[in-house]
């Protein structure tokens, strides 16, 4: 039976085995009070085909990405992945090596982690790249208490332009540690007031671009911080934009980490996502998650190692700089097979696309009597729209003619309470922008 394991006659050789008459017979400890006293509602059985049918109905009343005029980013991003990641990352040798618990015998998996970290120190400007992050929030919280153990400082700065779910799991991680965590606000759409960060200050954390679509002046933020011993922890939501923005390990960033779930994990609904965590060499021995390493064997031919593991199950507990307890492979698998689809020169002109199209949205925006630009400073493919009529209302509109039009940002700044965090991928095309945009204005030329 295609989707029943076992059959009546290996049902009684396994009780024959136990010594048992029944499978009731099994939960007898359970209470009569907490056992259902009745069959359960389920329907009659179906044909592989009918079930099948009934799951295509349910499906479609799920709206995503490809049903949608989709204009939302803030930390999930809709990209195009090519039939050949999904097609590599489905083999069985792939699919089925997860957590390298015995690494050397994993050398596919060591090979892909190795690449994975090739490619994200030349895309951070960092010298090392870690592997097994969850996702951009607990990357963002491993690097806070990563650079608390490298300057044995216990205060902590948070940029109101980090993501406000990224803040929640970064003050959730330290809440049980003696650290004083405290926010730089913004000015016109990106952080100031970084002077208010002393010696007794480990880090700060400052995304790029920020959550609100702004170009942080990251160089000009580490040389303040530097004076003061404080690390810079520059967090990336958007890993697209490392491919057009300049690498923030290159301009004095001491921890790049962010969510890399923008190559080629498809959203699905909120996860799962991939973090990254980049460092300087320096520090190295502070790293959470896993290091991978080349060498060579015995006869000399090339092989992988688990070079470096931090956690609490390969050294000490006392010792370990982090719990982490298993490994994205599968999506890491995936994000390395994407940049590796895409080179170098690929990534770029895909980013060049998302920047472009972007800037030809906020063009359309400045023309426009109904909307503006809540911020005039540089972005990449995200930026914020205020709206003369009320969010949600202008939502409302969009969503009836299938545009979900971005996100609202009063539950997160209040004080933007009329506005839209927008977002232009490569999945949009300049009529698609006209139409949102007419939608966003309550025009009918739709």
């Known amino acids: 039976m295609r989707y029943i ?12 085995s136990l010594g048992v008459d029944s499978v009731a017979e099994l939960f007898k400890k359970i209470p009569n009070s907490l056992r259902l006293d009745r069959s359960l509602k389920i329907a009659p059985g179906q044909s592989e085909l009918e079930l099948l049918n ?11 990405n490809w049903h949608l005029g989709y204009f939302l980013g803030a930390g999930a991003y809709s990209h195009f992945i090519p039939s050949a990641v999904d097609a590599i990352a489905s083999r069985s040798e792939f699919y089925t090596a997860y957590t390298p618990y015995q690494p050397e015998i994993s050398q596919g998996t060591l090979q892909t982690i190795f690449e ?7 895309l951070t400007g960092c010298e090392v790249t870690n592997a097994s992050m969850y996702d951009g929030a607990s990357a963002a919280a491993e690097a806070a208490l990563m650079a608390i153990r490298i300057t044995g400082r216990k205060r902590v700065g948070l940029s109101r332009g980090l993501h406000p779910n990224y803040r929640q799991v970064v003050e959730t991680y330290l809440s049980g540690l ?13 952080t100031s007031s970084i002077e208010i960060c002393d010696k007794n200050t480990a880090c700060v954390l400052i995304q790029q671009p920020n959550f609100l679509g702004g170009i942080e002046p990251l160089e000009e933020i580490a040389m303040t911080l530097h004076k003061s011993g404080t690390l810079l922890v520059a967090c990336v939501n958007e890993a697209l934009s490392l491919a057009f923005l300049k690498a923030p390990g290159s301009l004095g960033a001491d921890i790049v980490c962010g969510d890399a779930q923008s190559f080629g994990v498809p959203i699905n609904f ?3 996502h991939l973090g990254f965590l980049s460092t300087r060499k320096e520090h190295v021995r502070q790293i959470p998650g896993r290091l991978v390493g080349q060498t060579v064997d015995g006869r000399g031919l090339r092989g992988f190692v688990l070079t470096l593991s931090t956690r609490e199950q390969h050294i000490r ?6 719990n982490i307890c298993t490994n994205q492979g599968l999506c890491l698998l995936m994000a390395t097979v994407y940049l590796a689809l895409h080179g170098k020169e690929g990534l770029r002109e895909l980013a060049q696309r998302n920047y472009q199209l972007a800037r030809y949205a906020r ?11 809540k911020f005039e400073g540089p972005s990449f493919n995200e930026f914020v729209i205020e709206t003369q009529e009320s969010v949600e209302e202008v939502t409302e509109r969009c969503l009836a003619e299938f545009v979900l039009p971005g996100l609202s940002l009063s539950e997160y700044y209040p004080e933007l309470g009329s506005c839209l965090l927008v977002c232009v991928t490569e999945l949009s095309d300049k009529q698609g922008i006209d139409r949102w945009l007419a939608l966003l204005e309550g025009r009918n030329d739709k």
Do not use: Y
């Open 178 to 190: 003696d650290v004083e965590i405290f926010l730089i606000d913004l000015d016109k759409g990106t």
């Open 270 to 272: 909120g996860g799962p």
């Open 363 to 373: 063009e359309r925006v400045k023309e426009s009597d109904r909307l503006s630009l």
């Open 317 to 322: 507990r006392e010792r370990a700089t982090s």
């Open 116 to 122: 994975w970290q090739t490619m994200m120190c030349g």
């Open 5 to 16: 394991p076992h059959s009546d006659d290996e049902i009684k050789h396994m009780l024959d």
């Open 54 to 64: 009934d799951m295509e109905i349910l499906s479609e009343e799920n709206l995503n």
